[in-house]
């Protein structure tokens, strides 16, 4: 069975790093395209960053550009967020989500198939 299991969250001080992990099982991520997203209360879900299948490309939200960092380990079935110098809005419950189709958008939450549960992000002093 197909199951995606995000791990990493927690409350940090504006300016810290946290690194989410996205674990995969039930199939082998080499194939497909993966995407972070984060949801905050009150607000929709909206994409904050994308890895192709082979991890030579990925895509990054203007709002967390040159703070987040995708990356995937083929070998272990994860993708990871590496989140750097984090800000109030980046609170958030943050989900990994695999798209079995190349995304023609990645941003869009309809280019993914499977959706793991999520984990709280709380920046905070």
């Known amino acids: 069975q197909l199951q995606l299991v995000e791990s990493g969250g927690g409350l940090v001080q504006p300016g810290g790093s946290l690194r989410l992990s996205c674990a995969v099982s039930?199939?082998?991520?080499?194939?497909?395209?993966i995407g972070w997203f984060r949801q905050a209360p009150g607000k929709e879900r909206e994409g904050v960053s994308c890895?192709?299948?082979?991890?030579?490309?990925?895509k990054v939200a203007d709002s967390v550009k040159g703070r987040f960092t995708i990356s995937r380990d083929n070998a272990k079935n994860t993708v990871y967020l590496q989140m750097n110098s984090l800000k109030f809005e980046d609170t958030a419950v943050y989900y990994c989500?695999?798209?079995?189709?190349?995304?023609?958008?990645?941003?869009?939450?309809?280019?993914?198939?499977?959706w793991g549960q999520g984990t709280q992000v709380t920046v905070s002093s």
């Open positions: 989500a695999v798209a079995t189709r190349v995304p023609g958008i990645w941003y869009m939450q309809q280019a993914y198939d499977y």
């Open positions: 039930g199939f082998t991520l080499d194939y497909y395209h």
């Open positions: 890895i192709s299948s082979s991890g030579g490309s990925t």
